[in-house]
């Protein structure tokens, strides 16, 4: 009976250190940790805390509360990373944009299928967005999307063959490269008319995390040096976003941002580019939203954002694998 008691109580002290832990991590209290990994943690520890949860349930004891608890505090944060469908009709009555990172068209077989590119069309022309925001775009490798008469293609350096392209049904002009310095990724912008009035239309891909099957957070060998890559990338990924603010300070266009982050929705890179602006997830979002798997855990590192002027009627992450990330739509009103 004591050795039962020391358990349990070794088990709630867990618990109440993984609930803390994760708390902390999604920033519920306000606390930035120097350590970026541990962002990247809380789908881990969301499934550790929810194992402890269904445990005190079924013995019906006391600490099942502390999930309760946590809950309570975190339950802001949480939406970052799940959101309760909207039951109610859509009038959907506005441009759709989706935002796709298609990994080269499959250039280098990461996927044991001969017609990726086409499949990646025929699933453009099924959903008919109104504009595409493509990133890791082959030029090479791309079909021709002729239902799109308006193509622009900015590559990420020098005279690459890839980079970040928009297809769309609307005219677009006024198009520029957002170049990263001592980085392979980059971005665009490019205005349209809708209403008359002109919207501004970024595609931004910010640095990845270079992970390989090497890197590991559980081998002595090569923890530290996943810990030191991390830590490297979400410094760019800072800088990254700072410069991006920066260009877009210089104009007062309503905009939409599409973009892989390659960082989830807690961490500083997220928060700092949707400061003063909506993330079409968290407005109509459902489920996790998950566009990418990373170490076995899904993450949302894809985003759709917009100036709080604009009205998110709709957002939907697809459930296709014709490449390493999910493709993400909004429909988007402008008032």
């Not at 699933?123 to 308006?150: L, R, T």
């Not at 990420?156 to 990263?180: A, D, E, M, T, W």
């Not at 002027?309 to 429909?331: E, G, M, Q, R, W």
């Amino acid at each position: 009976m004591k050795r039962k008691k020391i358990f349990i109580g070794f088990l709630t002290l867990l618990n109440i250190a993984s609930l803390s832990l994760q708390l902390l991590a999604m920033g519920s209290f306000g606390l930035g940790f120097e350590l970026p990994v541990f962002s990247l943690l809380v789908p881990l520890l969301l499934v550790l805390n929810l194992v402890f949860f269904i445990f005190w349930l079924v013995r019906f004891q006391w600490p099942l509360l502390l999930t309760v608890l946590a809950i309570s505090i975190g339950y802001e944060e949480l939406q970052l990373l799940y959101q309760i469908g909207d039951n109610g009709i859509r009038i959907e009555n506005g441009i759709s944009v989706m935002s796709y990172n298609v990994r080269s068209f499959n250039r280098f077989k990461w996927i044991d299928s001969p017609n990726i590119p086409d499949e990646i069309e025929n699933f453009i022309n099924e959903e008919q967005p109104d504009i595409v925001c493509f990133q890791e775009y082959a030029q090479n490798e791309a079909p021709d999307f002729k239902d799109y008469p308006y193509k622009i293609f900015k590559p990420y350096v020098g005279r690459g063959q890839i980079g970040s392209c928009i297809i769309s049904k609307f005219p677009l002009f006024n198009s520029k490269s957002i170049s990263f310095e001592a980085s392979n990724n980059g971005g665009m912008f490019a205005d349209f008319l809708w209403k008359k009035d002109t919207l501004r239309l970024y595609n931004v891909h910010f640095e990845s995390m270079r992970i390989d099957s090497k890197d590991t957070l559980i081998a002595t060998e090569y923890s530290q040096k996943l810990r030191r890559k991390i830590k490297e990338v979400f410094q760019i990924q800072k800088e990254q976003v700072a410069q991006f603010n920066a260009i877009k300070n210089q104009h007062d266009y309503p905009e939409i941002i599409c973009t892989d982050l390659n960082n989830n929705a807690f961490s500083n890179s997220y928060l700092n580019l949707k400061q003063g602006r909506q993330d079409a997830f968290l407005e109509k979002g459902e489920g996790f939203g998950a566009t990418y798997d990373f170490i076995y855990f899904p993450l949302r590192i894809d985003f759709i954002l917009t100036s709080p002027k604009l009205n998110v009627l709709s957002y939907k992450t697809h459930a296709i694998k014709l490449s390493d990330h999910k493709p993400i739509s909004a429909t988007i009103q402008w008032p």
